[in-house]
């Protein structure tokens, strides 16, 4: 099966589960690097009436992204990485826990929902708002609700355990070509 077929694959069985459905403020990614091509997806979620958004590096010394709308006649501009982002104002960015779901792209991820990106921890600090992790797991509080994280990956990008660190978030479901699969009692 071909990276195409891959994708139709994918953007189908996102487009038919309930959290995409209920999702009104959508973010996904331009792919590069053999990634998962989402483009069909930007025009269904117009088709469906949906806000869509793109991630924009707003300082890559710190690692720091936000979202910014994106639609059919948006202009791009290439990033630090060469990856085509929006160009946007400041007040129509939008912070992760503005967005209902926020579809990332990955390298790797396990069966725990642990996932490995690029490197350079972009969407983990964009999502650190979504850790429970405390120092006392008594206290752990419980998990916002915005925005749920779909991984979007290839299954053979599937391997049997990454070593998950203190500031990793940790994926809600992720959606290859032969499965959606959740994570954490999370209901999609």
């Known amino acids: 099966m071909d990276q195409l077929q891959h994708a139709k694959i994918i953007i189908r069985r996102i487009t038919h589960s309930d959290i995409y459905k209920r999702s009104k403020h959508i973010a996904l990614y331009l792919p590069a690097d053999g990634e998962v091509d989402l483009s069909e997806l930007l025009r269904q979620i117009q088709f469906h009436q949906k806000k869509c958004y793109l991630p924009v590096i707003i300082s890559q010394q710190n690692g720091i992204i936000a979202f910014a709308p994106y639609e059919a006649h948006t202009l791009l501009k290439k990033n630090c990485f ?31 929902g642990n996932r490995i990106g690029m490197g350079g921890g972009y969407y983990d600090r964009a999502l650190q708002h979504l850790s429970t ?49 959740a994570f954490h009692n999370c209901f999609l």
């Open 82 to 112: 060469g990856i085509p982002e929006p160009v946007f104002l400041k007040k129509q960015l939008k912070s992760a826990k503005q967005i209902d779901l926020v579809l990332t792209p990955l390298v790797g991820f396990d069966e725990q």
């Open 133 to 181: 992790k405390t120092s006392d797991s008594l206290t752990a509080k419980p998990r916002p609700l915005k925005p749920k994280v779909l991984g979007i990956a290839h299954e053979l990008q599937k391997v049997t355990q990454l070593q998950s660190q203190s500031w990793d978030i940790r994926l809600n479901a992720i959606v290859t070509e032969q499965r959606l699969t």
